[in-house]
């Protein structure tokens, strides 16, 4: 049996600060070093001031998976050099003398499958290497500290996994987890990092580590379970080892590094005290955290009688649930989800699309109630749809400058149908013979209006005609 | 003009017009000049610089301007603790060019109150040892006798406020460093509750258990700098609040009916002769004035020594991981060099006594030992504030000698570091259990040699402190320095 | 017994080189001799000490520029980045 545990980065990306530091969090496109203090790089003197929200958001996080949150939580230094920390330690949180960690112990349903959470704790991103050159004699490493000190949460889980596919479930669910709550953007650059380890059977853990996406970890799994299999099939002994996931051979490479037996000599950080929690912090962070994607799932389809399957790709992604919260109403709820999920959902998928969307709640609230009104066809909101997520302009003007207004009066339907009688004088009467091929018929006066005719209307006439 | 008087005496005689800070601080250059090729207590002397401050303040005082409540106060500050501008090398091979961005909240508070700082002053390299003969730049002596060690590992600041070079000093106290130079060179010096002074700008070297110190003349002038630089401080979240205390109102107070417990772990066997008297002595005046000594015994103290060298060394390993010579240091490009290979180069520009304290640190944190080791002097810790929580209930209270014996000579002890550890006895029992402890200079040995008494109080009863601290400075009728 | 082959262990984790490890072998053995006198302490109490902070007080979340440029008090290298030795 395979057994596949993660260990899952996650940047605090929503924070205005660093976590020790008042540098600012978001470090992306800064000029090198620029984004730097006394505090996150370790000038001597100075001392590290733990961010309050960053405790926060990692307790939101904690609670969300399920784990308990203890009384107090400590700090602890785990010592090893390397020239992207630095003061040639990091401040993380450790469990080994005491639950003193943001979450221990916590669980999360995937497909049905238990993933149990071991622990989660707050902790400072490193800073960044940067290699130059060409060869490797002119190669030369230089250092960027604008990340140093960014807040991050490490979230550890039990060896639950059997398969890579489960683990691909399990990162977007934490993934949309971590957006809906508003702690971070996971797919920022960098923002979410996966390392993985794996056993087969009875033999030893292998670590993966250096995966760049998510897409590359179940390959990354996946490469690695054979290779494991294959050992074990020719009687060869896996070996207890770190491995580096070479992205352009799309293979595992050993490490062969002893900087990954270090010893860490971890010890407690004086410089920052025990930080009481309490039950009542604890209580009042529940009352911030916004509904859990499941709760919303489950009202979704109590309250508006959305099928399982709009609820579930609605209520995960917060974008697109916010936006459907904040412009649905009792009567157009079911008709917003439709246009959300199966056309904005479509023009949108990346967050970059996302953030470029012009649309607001009211374009969608006034494209449903045009639609269930009558005013446009499905077909022609479609076309508005596109128009306004371009331009941001007004249902209205959309409306005029693509010609999209609805033809409804029966006269002009009647005049058009006409037409389409004595083009298609076959079809006419194979319809008269067989009413089921009346759509052909429908289908050919939507050419002919350019989808602005009244789908009912019409088909009302054309029945009508035929009998008649 | 006296350079002997006490910091009060000096703000007083400014404020009256008796003296101009210009010619005091000039004065004070001069002397430094003079007399510390002798000592050594200094690393950088800032003279330009202070006497312009000094002439600013003279106008300022002139001009009926609002001034700091230092008056032009020439102070040295340990080279430990980060002055803007000014080198900060704890006497350092690894941090000799190093110039901190910014000044330690110390070292601003002594600034805006209009204290001059004359210079940096000398120390054991990162403020390990009790001699301040582990100093990169040489070792400093001892102002009564310049054969003698001067203590440390602060034994700059007590050094330069005894040769009266300055007019006090600000000191750090990991194990004792502020009150061993004080005993051996015969001036105040407090090691403050834990919490009470913003460690901003203090080099970090055991950062769980050390204090800024001030180091004086006298208990009032101790008083009135700790009104200065104590307090809750923004940058440093392991300070307390709500201390708002006047600690020189009441010095004057007495003792009289209050209870003093004589440590029996710290009095008795490998205390030298001369020591054990004067601490006779000592007890016996303060019952003249009316307090009542009864003996305490705290048995926890016999593992004091084991339990802070662990924990000093284990913190101290981590704490000096940043000298890799990358973003700071001395002078070595990385140049044809792999990562390891130049860092473990550069780092062995340590010194000895670091070095070793490192190698213990790493032992005593490294996977398996930190039960054995760490935790249990984490343990130790405890057991020792609970035994003083027991003995504050009793007594108001603590007294013994502050160093075990007296001072020896340059060069005596530096072979043997654990003969040398085993002479803390006395002091890192403050630091373990976070409470205050002072020194006070008592008496001189046959030979000349000065010897300090060691008071203790519960945590954050300074204030008391200082009051029975005051007391028994009075009893006493010191020589005048005369180098 | 501290072995010669343990000092340099200890000097590899603290990444310093010695020139001479045999002059540390029996000062740090005699050191840690001494330490393990901390076996030999009976506990009452698994109690440790350590301040404590509420959550309240700490540090809000506020982005403040660093005033200084700080990179003009550290070794810069080419654009503004601190040089590394080669990475292996």
């Not at chain 1, 004699?137 to 000190?149: P, S």
């Not at chain 1, 990092?193 to 996406?213: L, W, Y």
């Not at chain 2, 940043?322 to 520009?349: P, W």
Request: aromatic share 8%.
């Amino acid at each position: 049996m395979t057994r596949i545990g993660l260990e899952i980065h996650c940047q605090l990306t929503k924070l205005a600060s660093k976590l020790f530091c008042s540098c600012k969090a978001e470090y992306r496109n800064t000029t090198p070093n620029s984004n730097i203090c006394p505090v996150c790089v370790g000038i001597p003197g100075s001392l590290p001031l733990l961010n309050k929200k960053a405790v926060e958001k990692a307790a939101m996080i904690s609670l969300a998976l399920g784990c308990t949150i203890p009384e107090k939580i400590g700090f602890f230094r785990k010592n090893y050099f390397y020239p992207d920390l630095p003061k040639n330690f990091q401040i993380t949180q450790y469990n080994a003398y005491g639950p003193t960690s943001i979450g221990s112990d916590g669980k999360i349903e995937i497909e049905g499958k238990t993933i149990r959470i071991r622990r989660i704790q707050l902790e400072e991103d490193p800073g960044r290497l940067v290699y130059e050159g060409t060869s490797e004699k002119t190669m030369i490493t230089l250092v960027d500290y604008n990340r140093a000190g960014t807040p991050l949460v490490e979230i550890v889980t039990e060896p639950d996994f059997e398969t890579p596919k489960q683990v691909r479930v399990f990162l977007n669910v934490l993934a949309d987890l971590v957006e809906n709550i508003g702690v971070a953007d996971p797919y920022l650059e960098g923002a979410m990092r996966v390392d993985g380890n794996i056993s087969e059977g009875d033999g030893n853990r292998v670590e993966i580590k250096n995966v760049g996406s998510f897409r590359d970890v179940e390959k990354a799994l996946h490469f690695e379970i054979t290779r494991q299999q294959s050992l074990v099939e020719r009687g060869i002994t896996v070996l207890a080892e770190t491995r580096h996931w070479d992205e352009a051979r799309r293979i595992t490479v050993s490490s062969r590094s002893k900087e990954d037996e270090q010893d860490y000599r971890y010890l407690p950080e004086a410089d920052i005290p025990i930080v009481l929690i309490g039950n009542n912090s604890v209580e009042q962070i529940k009352t911030q955290m916004p509904e859990s994607i499941v709760a919303r799932r489950e009202r979704y389809i109590k309250k508006y009688g959305m099928p399982a399957q709009v609820a579930d790709v609605l209520s995960s992604d917060r974008f697109y649930s916010d936006l459907f919260d904040k412009s649905h109403n009792e009567k157009n709820a079911k008709e917003v989800s439709n246009i959300i999920t199966t056309d904005l959902m479509g023009v949108a998928d990346t967050r970059e699309k996302k953030l470029e969307l012009k649309i607001t709640p009211k374009h969608v609230s006034e494209l449903a109630d045009a639609i269930m009104e009558n005013k446009l066809t499905r077909n022609s909101g479609k076309s508005a749809l596109h128009e306004m997520v371009k331009s941001g302009k007004s249902l209205a003007d959309v409306m005029t400058s693509l010609d999209l207004g609805h033809v409804s009066d029966a006269g002009s339907i009647e005049k058009i149908i006409d037409e389409v009688f004595k083009e298609e004088e076959k079809a006419v009467a194979e319809a008269k013979q067989n009413p089921d091929t009346i759509n052909y018929l429908v289908g050919k006066v939507m050419r002919k209006t350019k989808g602005k005719a009244d789908p009912t209307t019409t088909l009302e006439i054309l029945r009508k005609k035929l009998a008649g | 003009m006296n350079l002997g008087i006490s910091a009060t005496e000096f703000v007083s005689q400014v404020r009256e017009g008796a003296i101009s800070v210009e010619e005091f601080v000039a004065k004070t250059l001069e002397r430094i000049e003079k007399v510390d090729g002798k000592i050594h207590a200094f690393i950088t002397v800032d003279s330009q610089n202070a006497l312009e401050k000094a002439k600013a303040i003279d106008k300022k005082i002139k001009s009926k301007e609002k001034t700091g409540i230092c008056f032009g106060m020439p102070v040295s500050i340990k080279d430990n603790i980060c002055t803007a501008g000014l080198k900060t090398t704890c006497a350092s091979k690894m941090l000799e060019n190093f110039v901190a961005p910014y000044d330690a909240t110390v070292t601003s508070r002594l600034k805006s109150e209009d204290a001059i700082i004359i210079g940096k002053v000398n120390l054991d390299e990162f403020a390990m040892g009790s001699t301040t003969e582990h100093s990169n730049f040489g070792p400093t002596r001892n102002p009564w006798n310049t054969d003698y060690v001067p203590g440390g590992s602060s034994g700059g600041s007590g050094a330069s406020v005894a040769a009266l070079e300055c007019l006090a000093s600000l000191g750090s106290d990991t194990g004792g460093s502020v009150r061993s130079p004080a005993s051996f060179c015969s001036v105040v010096g407090l090691k403050p509750t834990y919490g009470m002074i913003s460690r901003y700008g203090l080099v970090s070297y055991a950062n769980s258990i050390e204090q800024i110190g001030p180091i004086a003349k006298t208990v009032e002038d101790v008083a009135f700098l700790l009104n200065i630089i104590s307090g809750h401080d923004v940058h440093d979240n392991t300070t307390a609040k709500n201390q708002n205390i006047d600690y020189v109102k009441d010095l004057k107070s007495g003792i009289s009916g209050k209870k003093i417990g004589i440590i029996s772990q710290m009095t008795g066997d490998g205390v030298d002769k001369e020591v054990a008297s004067a601490t006779n002595t000592a007890i016996s005046k303060l019952q003249d004035l009316g307090a009542q000594c009864v003996s305490i015994s705290l048995d926890a103290v016999e593992h004091s020594i084991a339990a802070y060298y662990t924990i000093a060394a284990a913190e101290a390993s981590s704490n000096l991981s940043r000298y890799d010579n990358l973003r700071y240091g001395f002078d070595f490009g990385t140049e044809g060099y792999e990562f390891k290979a130049f860092i473990s180069k550069a780092r062995s520009n340590f010194g000895p006594e670091v070095i070793r304290r490192m190698l213990l640190g790493a032992f005593v944190l490294s996977a398996g030992y930190y039960g054995k080791y760490y935790l249990k002097a984490q343990k130790v810790r405890a057991m020792i504030k609970a035994q003083l929580d027991e003995a504050f209930k009793k007594v108001d209270y603590l007294i013994s000698p502050t160093m075990p014996i007296l001072p020896f000579k340059v060069g005596e002890k530096i072979d043997d570091p654990l003969k040398l550890y085993l002479t803390d006895i006395n002091t890192v029992t403050a630091n373990l259990s976070g409470i205050p402890a002072i020194s006070v200079p008592f008496a001189m040995s046959s030979s000349g040699l000065p010897i300090g008494i060691q008071l203790f109080a519960d945590s954050f009863k300074e204030k008391e402190l200082l009051q029975a601290a005051y007391s028994l400075q009075e009893t006493t009728n010191l020589p005048e320095m005369t180098l | 017994m501290v072995e010669r082959k343990e000092i340099e262990h200890l000097a590899d984790l603290v990444k310093v080189d010695l020139s001479e490890p045999e002059k540390y072998i029996k000062q740090v053995e005699q050191i840690l001799n001494y330490f393990d006198s901390l076996d030999h302490v009976e506990f009452h109490s698994d109690d440790t000490l350590g301040i404590q902070i509420a959550k309240d007080d700490l540090r809000d979340d506020v982005y403040e520029p660093y005033g200084d440029s700080l990179i003009e008090h550290l070794k810069k290298d080419q654009n503004n980045f601190i040089r590394a030795p080669k990475m292996v």
